[in-house]
């Protein structure tokens, strides 16, 4: 395993699920953490926790993905002991809505492309170049089942993924020949607020898709991802799929009802 204790890990999507436990899981080895979402209230809450029980370093980054300016000013204005960003988690995602493609809501449609793609896309460009520069880094993409097996009303989710999942790959390609890491981590169902926030805060119907069924934990995931981030630099993890044993792919599940 490689030591991380020195490295600067930039988490999106930090303010809950599968960030907020990555972040977790990796100040359990004492690394330096920007931690990233629009919810500050969260983030500073989280920094506190992390703080209190490792003595973790926490800088806190305010911010929507969705905003390239935002994003370009936020990477170029970190302070310079935080310049230096060796793990690159680009979490940040959402779904909206499950509706057949011909009836979707073009609100939910950009959220979900200027998130899950462009967001993910800017954050990837503003970073990479130093780790190039510097000759390390890990960019470390959370992708999902839904970027391998497209599921009824999954659409436009599904695309998106389907495109962090080529972005993956094309990143990998055109990092050839530098000691840049790329990581695909693609998880089937997690218990996160992922469904609460794809249904517009219905919490029933959220509670819904897990009944019956034993999900993944953010936690699962996050094991995964600290896995990938401390195999020896030699080591690339290109893509890890995972799901509860209680689900076969996108649309096959166990439910004891
Ligand atoms: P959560 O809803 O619990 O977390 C999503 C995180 O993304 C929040 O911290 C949210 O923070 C952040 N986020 C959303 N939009 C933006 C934005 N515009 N700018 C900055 N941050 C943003 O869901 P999960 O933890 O489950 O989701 C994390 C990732 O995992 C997503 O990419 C999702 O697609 C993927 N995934 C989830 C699965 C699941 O079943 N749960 C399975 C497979 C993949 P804030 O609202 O504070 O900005
Ligand atoms: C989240 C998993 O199957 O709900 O990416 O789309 S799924």
Not at 151 to 165: E, F, I, L, R
């Amino acid at each position: 395993m490689v030591a991380i204790n020195t490295q600067t890990i930039l988490i999106t999507g930090a303010s809950s699920g599968i960030g907020a436990a990555c972040a977790n899981t990796f100040a359990r080895e004492n690394p330096r953490l920007i931690l990233a979402a629009r919810r500050l209230e969260k983030l500073e809450q989280k920094a506190w926790e992390l703080n209190k029980l490792h003595g973790a370093e926490v800088h806190l980054l305010q911010l929507d993905v969705c905003d390239r300016l935002a994003v370009e000013s936020a990477i170029n204005s970190l302070p310079e002991e935080w310049s230096e960003i060796d793990i690159l988690v680009n979490n940040a995602g959402l779904s909206r809505g499950l509706d057949k493609l011909y009836e979707g809501d073009f609100q939910d449609w950009e959220e979900m492309i200027d998130t899950n793609i462009k967001g993910l896309l800017y954050l990837t460009r503003y970073i990479v170049p130093g780790m190039v520069k510097r000759g390390h880094g890990h960019i470390i993409n959370i992708g999902s089942i839904a970027g391998h097996q497209t599921y009824p009303g999954g659409n436009v989710y599904c695309a998106t993924k389907a495109a962090v999942k080529a972005i993956s790959e094309g990143l990998k390609q055109d990092l050839l020949g530098t000691p840049i890491r790329v990581t695909s981590v693609d998880p089937g169902m997690v218990e996160t607020e992922f469904s609460e926030v794809r249904f517009h805060g219905d919490t029933e119907k959220a509670k819904k898709v897990y009944q019956g069924l034993q999900p993944l934990t953010a936690d699962d995931v996050a094991d995964v991802v600290f896995f990938c981030a401390t195999r020896p630099n030699h080591v690339n993890i290109n893509e890890v799929i995972l799901m509860p044993v209680d689900q076969a792919s996108a649309t096959l599940v166990n439910r004891q009802l």
